[in-house]
């Protein structure tokens, strides 16, 4: 069955950055896209980009550009997600989420909360 | 960017009610559009795509329609485990966007 596990619970201060893990089974990894969608505490869902497992392309939205990185490991089947310059506003769950049918979001990870303070 | 706008932001219902959410698009786009249920400290899980096809594993009681601007989600008899959050999601373009949210609570 297709499973996404992610990386555990982070803690960071205000201007470090945060590296998080998602591995990937159960399906084919280079065969389809993997989002990461990102949620602060007590809001709904924000779209942080893609990246394409198989030729290493990504797409992010606009408030993350030049903050954030995607990159992937297709030994192990792992997808990563970094973001730099970190601030109280980036306190949330981070969440990877297969790109499935008509790019529908078709299965998710378990989600990683960070948290960021001083 | 395609703003999503989902209707109304929460309800009450008792089980067995029929239960519609609506999501209007800030433009018009072919079916790429999705629903989700989240329950508290979980994932997201997709219940619908492409407007109203049902995702693998969930309840005929879920359906939806639409096309256009304007898309609606169902519950046909509201069950003990559907009281959630729902969002809609358009995923035509980049970036992909949710509608705010539908909290369903227990009447």
Same mark, same amino acid.
């Given at each position: 069955q297709v499973q996404l596990v992610q990386s555990g619970a982070e803690v960071k201060k205000p201007g470090a950055s945060v590296k998080v893990s998602c591995k990937a089974s159960?399906? *084919?990894?280079?065969g389809y896209y993997i989002n990461w969608v990102r949620q602060a505490p007590g809001q709904g869902l924000e779209w942080m980009g893609w990246i394409?497992?198989? *030729?290493g392309s990504t797409v992010f939205a606009q408030s993350f550009q030049g903050r954030v990185a995607v990159t992937r490991d297709t030994s192990t089947a792992t997808v990563y997600l970094e973001v730099s310059?970190?601030?109280? &506003? &980036?306190t949330g769950v981070y969440y990877c989420a297969r790109r499935g049918e008509? %790019? %529908?979001? &078709?299965f998710w990870g378990q989600g990683t909360l960070v948290t960021v303070s001083s | 960017d395609i703003q999503m706008t989902q209707s109304p932001s929460s309800l009450s219902a008792s089980v067995g009610d029929r239960v519609t959410i609506t999501c209007r698009a800030s433009q018009t786009f072919y079916n790429y559009l999705n629903w989700y249920q989240q329950k508290p400290g979980k994932a997201p899980k997709l219940l619908?795509?492409?407007?109203s096809s049902l995702h693998i594993?969930?309840?005929?009681?879920f359906s939806g329609s639409g096309s256009g601007t304007d898309f609606t989600l169902t519950i046909s008899s509201l069950q003990p485990e559907d009281f959630a959050t729902y969002y809609c999601q358009q995923s035509y373009s980049t970036p992909l966007t949710f509608g705010g949210g539908t909290k369903v609570e227990i009447k």
């Open positions: 159960g399906y *084919s990894f280079t394409n497992p198989h *030729s310059r970190l601030t109280s &506003d &980036d008509r %790019a %529908a979001i &078709d | 619908i795509y492409s407007a594993g969930v309840p005929s009681r």
